[in-house]
């Protein structure tokens, strides 16, 4: 009979080879290429794979077999649509970086392949979502992309010289290793950025296999997401300001930012527009005359809800931006009575247009992501309506849309839909494109929407939760898992995840708690947050329990355990040391516990201030009464409180909570007779490498199960 942590395993098998959409484009109305991931427990990597979609005479979608594509970081199809590029990983023998490589493809064969690497032009391309761009330009035959500027070797300070040979001469290989060298501090951009310093622009001509990088960007800009105007004369794209220093980029959507053009001839212009300001998602209109844009105040949360504007082009002093799409405080009523809460999203679809120049979006809706189209003439906003999960616009194409459906229970489906005309947006019915496969263990379940709200006088007062469990059971017969997101600025949505899968699948039930300062419920809700946190979103997670106990009778009060990363570590931690009665296990991964130490040694120190309650600076003096409040305000303060046995997971690379944090947890903790233990990953912040994520995910399982017996 197979052990305990044999079956652990095992579910963990099964589930972790669910593979989750990665994105689809139209090839032509009949040809759909997908790409997917999923993570190949054998080889400890994630993989990606392509899959196509031919419709036939018949109208039914039929899949091509799948082809790996994992070594393949980027790809671009040109408008002529009779040449691809692809940007190539290579691993390279007895190297620890792979080469990259550029391969320009014909419809029939590779024509040309060039080792970017062995060039030496520039250090690494940028695939990652921030910064990465791959275009083709639409004339001429030229591909634009971003690298990392290369940065001279500054000669050493002193050489040791080997013995000198018979020869009296002394020839290069009589030098031996440099022994006092210098290197002058550049900073990155942080948590999961640390190879990104400098970004410039290059452009390769196919045509004469000649690169060229324009000149012009100032030293304290690092540009991102460049992509060709209409014409392909100028390049225009996100400009990012260094000075006077980086804070951590990746899922921080309030740094200050802007938008520039760049000529051929090198010339350099931002738009003055935007002083203080963050620019995401820029595209052209389809007719290449206009350009939009998602904005929103830099500084402050990490995430805002966002404005669309839109301006003609080209972008000039005298430019007058449009706002198109406001910020909503609360909610709006929209098209078919629905409610839209904002657009909290830092990201539009490569293709997002109509024929007629309808833009399609997703967005943070609450619980959920939810799809919209926007008539920009009329404003008319509409809700592509979805009670079950959530939908997210991957692609548009001359009307026919590629929708990803998600939910708790299911892999991916791709849908694809045709657009009707305005006005009838409501009525566009979906056509399914991808196989649906809900695991065996998942199929018994059900979840819940909860709206909660506080009898108090709060500014604001209410919030929701989802219930995620068995539809029902006997009497106090199901542990439950109170799961509250990070962030704080983020949310839980309707969509498949391994670790809750995981989670219910070995018997738990979950509530997923977003709590007054996540997004999708407006701004008014999102700026409540900062200045009480560890107070108000405390008060949340312990209502949410509250409300599930009675609604839900299979749940077992006395076996209730917590479980968050970051700013849900945080929340665990917090509520194990102000409620220490209510919990019998709790999980923290790279947690937050004591602000004040954190503001000096993260990639995000502003963060550290701003849901502390203050505006962050580093003009003048250090303010005491500033680090008292952090320290106030963070759960090592409660730590002797606690009773229920706590495990730690840390990852020992983690650049935006550093983990000292969680071990200096752990030692006060042990020092006040606690029960606890603490794991230990080579890994950045979220313990993402598939063989960590399955040594957290399986240490969670059997922590939970050793303290709930």
Known sequence: MPNKSEVLLKTYKCLAQVPALVKARYLNEKIINTTWSERNLEQGRSIKFQTTYVSGDTKKWTSLPPIDTTNQSMHAVSPCKKFQAVLRDVEQKDQKESAQYLEIWNETSLIRSVD???????????????????KWSPVGGKILYVAEKRVPKIDPLHKRLKPKKDSDTTDEDDVEKDIIEIETYRQDWGEALVDKISSIVVVYDVETDEFTIPEGIPDNVCVAKPFWTADGTQIIGICLHTEPRKLGLIYCGN??????????????????????????????????????????????????????????????????????LDSVDVAKEISGGRLFYGLFSTSIPERCWSNDGRLLFSTFRKNAITAYVLDLDSGKLSEFECEDGSQIVLDVFDDNVLINRRNFFQQDVLLKGVLPASGQENTMSLEQVSVTNVPDSLKDKKFEYMDLSHANNDEVDNFTAIYIGPKSAEDASIPLVIFPHGGPHSASVNALTLENAFLLSIGYAVVFVNYRGSIGAGQKSLA??????????????????????KTFPWLNSKRISLVGGSHGGFLVTHLSGQYPDMWRAVVARNPVTDISTMSGASDIPDWCYVEAGFEYSQVGPIRDDILLAMRAKSPIVHAHKVKAPTLLQIGTKDLRVPPFQGMDYFHRLKANNITASMNIYTDNHPLGLVPNEIGHILSTATWLNEHNE
Not at 306 to 324: F, H, N, R, S, V
Not at 536 to 548: E, I, P, Q, S
């Open 116 to 134: 970017l690497t062995a060039l030496d032009l520039h250090a690494k391309v940028y695939t990652d979502d921030e910064f990465g761009s791959f």
């Open 528 to 549: 409540f947050l900062p200045g009480k946190c560890g107070e108000t979103d405390v008060a949340d997670c312990v209502l949410a329990t509250n409300t599930a106990l």
């Open 255 to 324: 740094r200050p930012s802007g938008l520039f053009t760049l000529t051929l001839n090198n010339t350099y212009k931002e738009f003055g527009k935007l002083m203080n300001k963050t620019v995401k998602g820029p595209r052209l209109t389809p007719n290449g005359e206009h350009i939009i844009w998602l904005q929103c105040d830099a500084g402050g949360p990490h995430i805002n809800c966002m404005q669309l504007y839109k301006a003609k082009l080209p972008l000039t002093d005298e430019t007058e931006p449009q706002l198109i």
